[in-house]
């Protein structure tokens, strides 16, 4: 018996480490201080968005499939609501196969910022997004201010005040 249960564990100790090993690497990797990358991606009308320039954006790479991405985005339609006015754009980009079902859940909930469609994860891979959501803070000058991983409360006290500091500091040049 002892016999069987070490070729078991043998076997599941090499599918595991083959796992691990056929695992894509992130094909880069956006940190706190890089420049955030530009992008071209269709938004839900089909028409191409960029990066927006010169704004503090919160830029959130999420997927309807996603229990953690679902679970913050009321708090991050609540930010929105709150600082949309005082010059914070959140850009969504879902990196979901299927159109269709991404257009259904932005409109069953009413998701208000920008959602924009990765469906090939190229813009994802780019900035090092292999676990969702990842979200990059970045500020008027387009640096990478914060990157967080999992899902976060929008509305939590220190986040707003991070946001906001960001919000008070002046444009670049």
């Known amino acids: 018996m002892l016999k069987r249960w070490l070729i078991m564990g043998g076997i599941l100790a090499a599918v595991v480490a083959g796992a691990l090993v056929l695992l894509p690497e992130p094909g880069g990797k956006v940190v706190e201080g890089d420049v955030a990358p530009d992008f071209t991606l269709p938004d839900l009308s089909g028409v191409q968005q960029h990066l927006p320039k010169g704004k503090v954006v919160l830029l959130n790479f999420w997927a309807t499939w996603c229990p953690p991405c679902r679970k913050e985005m009321p708090s991050m339609a609540e930010l929105h609501k709150q600082l949309k006015d005082k ?9 979901d196969k299927d159109r269709n079902q991404l257009v259904g859940f932005v409109r069953e909930y009413s998701i ?4 924009v469609h990765d469906a090939d994860g190229s813009v994802a891979r ?3 997004v292999f676990r969702y959501p990842e979200t990059f803070l970045i500020d008027r000058s387009g640096k990478v201010r914060f990157h967080l991983v999992g899902a976060v409360d929008w509305t939590d006290k220190t986040v707003l005040k991070a946001i906001n500091t960001l919000l008070l500091e002046k444009s670049p040049g």
Request: charged fraction near 10%.
């Open 126 to 128: 780019r900035y090092g």
């Open 112 to 115: 208000p910022f920008e959602v």
């Open 87 to 95: 010059g914070l754009v959140i850009v969504a980009a879902s990196v």
